[in-house]
């Protein structure tokens, strides 16, 4: 069955720390990915894609076809990065639908 | 990027009544979605609402329970139907522009 896993509910560290939020998917052909956020109060908003290669706010996520795994990290953690995070593959292509993954809460503790 | 509003913003509602949500966009988009998020939950697509066409539902989703209009390339709405406490939830509109995603403020709707 395709989907997509992110086995941390919730995810603590201190800030200073590094943070790896984890991502796993099954689905066939190549798929694009996603990692949505969503801050406190805020409404969801994209973070990064897998297609850019960039690093927005110090995060950064790499596909591993091999693995189907598309973890996020970041070496320092902020206190500010506290969010939920949303992996969230986009199934079908440009007209496909995004599906997302069951998130993981991340809180950076002073 | 793409603005989206929602309305109302929240709601309490009595069992067996039925909601109307809005969503207006700031600019003309062909493909917007409606996603469900329960308590404690992560988002759930509802319904693909592209204009010209009938709504596409996924699985588990019926236009009965939740009819959907989009008259034109700025505007949706969605209808919970006979409500139970079950649809208690936040109600998300969202649309897309190339392949990013943009997301409305959600609806929150509390059966009672």
């Known amino acids: 069955a395709q989907r997509v896993t992110q086995p941390e509910k919730l995810l603590s560290v201190f800030k200073g720390a590094p943070v790896e939020l984890k991502c796993n998917y099954s689905y066939s052909g190549s798929p694009e990915l996603f990692w949505y956020v969503q801050y406190s109060r805020q409404r969801l908003q994209l973070l990064l894609r897998?297609?850019s290669r960039e690093s927005i706010k110090g995060f950064t996520a790499d596909l591993n076809k091999g693995e189907t795994s598309f973890h996020l990290k970041k070496p320092f953690a902020q206190e500010e990065d506290s969010a939920m995070y949303y992996c969230?593959?986009?199934?079908?292509?440009?007209?496909?639908?995004?599906?997302f993954g069951k998130g993981t809460k991340l809180s950076v503790k002073p | 990027s793409a603005v989206i509003s929602q309305k109302p913003s929240r709601d309490i509602c009595q069992r067996g009544t039925s909601l109307t949500i809005q969503c207006q966009v700031d600019?003309?988009?062909?493909?917007m979605f409606w996603y469900r998020q329960q308590p404690g939950q992560s988002l759930t697509l509802i319904a693909t609402a592209n204009q010209g066409s009938e709504a596409t539902y996924e699985s588990g989703f019926v236009i009965d329970k939740f009819p959907i209009s989009r008259p034109n390339l700025t505007f949706s709405t969605l209808t919970v139907s006979n409500m139970s406490p079950e649809d208690s939830s936040i109600y998300l509109c969202?649309?897309?522009?190339?392949?990013?995603?943009?997301f409305g403020p959600g609806t929150r709707l509390t059966v009672l």
């Open positions: 969230a593959p986009l199934k079908g292509g440009s007209q496909g639908n995004l599906i």
């Open positions: 969202s649309v897309r522009q190339g392949l990013e995603q943009f």
């Open positions: 600019s003309q988009v062909t493909m």
């Open positions: 897998h297609i």
